[in-house]
């Protein structure tokens, strides 16, 4: 249940009442207060507030919900802006290789137009005896790399035990597909004050990600950005995954988050890359994050999906171009 008073001092009276009576899973946006236990209404004195409207449909993930936050969210770090309605370009190589490849790449990446720089050092690799990423040193070279580029660090955390360590390097922190539903590592998260991208589980439907964002929202981090990096349907032989490119209008409709699509990651072939970049750009994305290597071929973990950063900037270029397009025809 969302309920909208005539003022914030109004939702402010509601809170303190709801706070007298410690009920639980209580929540305000400005002038709107959500109750996910509807039973608490009956506990809360409305006589003394001036009630605008009850918007009864609530949904599950109620702070993710645009009823509850009708504005968009807009994430703000040092050097990008995300859902504001520009496009924001999050690239870089797949996993951090050495101090000199993500120097080179972040500079590739930059001057396309890309202000945040992505790489794992922690790799969530199918098979255990795989490349797991080069930990801690692999953080402080992605560090070093965004903070001589003026750039922004983005990158994958896996385990709670890694939280201070990865804390301490990133900007924004990559919850990564397998880890969607890790409830213990999306309230870790939720304890910070970093952003956090959260990128759709490969099996996961809208609801489910959107019920995880709000593990991270009840811990009191609304900095949510959701990623849509394709799913497994039954036909996954010429592509990786399937981009869901319904999901992003349908989650523009349904939050206030910024929706930003991952073409790698649901192509793993460079040739599809591009065209799904430009679908998801075309469907209202907030921005793309793309996976580049100088010598795919060489790359550590999927070079098979890697852009050269030749054909980042193509894809940058012309995405930023079909988005501007659809902003201004709408
Ligand atoms: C990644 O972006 O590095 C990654 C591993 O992606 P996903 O979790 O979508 O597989």
Redesign the pocket.
């Known amino acids: 249940m969302i309920i909208e008073l005539k003022t914030i001092e109004d939702a402010d009276q509601v809170m303190k009442a709801v706070n007298d009576k410690k009920l639980e899973h209580v929540f305000q946006h400005k002038n709107r207060v959500g109750f996910v236990d509807q039973k608490a209404l009956g506990d809360v004195p409305f006589e003394i507030n001036n009630v605008k409207e009850v918007i009864t449909d609530h949904p599950a993930a109620l702070q993710a919900s645009r009823l509850f936050h009708p504005e968009n969210t807009i994430i703000k770090t040092q050097h990008s802006v995300i859902g504001d309605g520009s496009f924001a370009l999050i690239a870089g190589p ?1 996993s951090i290789e050495s101090e000199e490849h993500v120097q080179l790449m972040g500079k590739d990446v930059k001057e396309s137009g890309a202000t945040l720089l992505r790489g ?1 050092s922690f790799k ?1 690799r199918t098979n255990p005896y795989s490349f797991q990423g080069l930990g801690e040193q692999g953080l402080k070279w992605h560090r070093e790399a965004a903070d001589k580029l003026g750039m922004d660090m983005v990158t ?1 955390i896996m385990d709670t035990r890694d939280l201070e360590m990865v804390d301490k390097y990133t900007d924004i922190f ?1 919850i ?3 880890n969607m539903q890790n409830f213990a590592l999306l309230k870790a998260v939720g304890q910070t004050d970093k952003p956090v991208v959260l ?1 759709r589980g490969m099996s996961a439907t809208i609801d489910d990600l959107l019920n995880a964002s709000e593990y991270i929202a009840a811990g009191g981090n609304h900095q949510i950005i959701l990623m849509e ?1 394709g799913i497994r349907t039954f036909d996954n032989k010429y592509t990786r995954n399937t981009f869901d490119v319904s999901a992003i209008p349908v989650l523009k409709d349904l939050t206030h988050y910024p929706v930003i699509g ?1 073409p790698s ?1 649901a192509a793993g072939v460079t040739k599809f890359v591009e065209p799904i970049g430009l679908a998801a750009a075309a469907a209202g994305a907030d921005g793309l994050m793309v996976e580049i290597h100088n010598h795919p071929k060489e790359a550590f973990v999927d070079g098979k999906q890697a852009l050269t950063p030749a054909q980042f900037d193509h894809l940058a270029k012309v995405a930023t171009k079909i988005h501007n397009l659809v902003k201004e025809a709408d």
């Open positions: 797949d794992g969530p994958e990559q990564g597909t397998r990128k990096r991952d990651h």
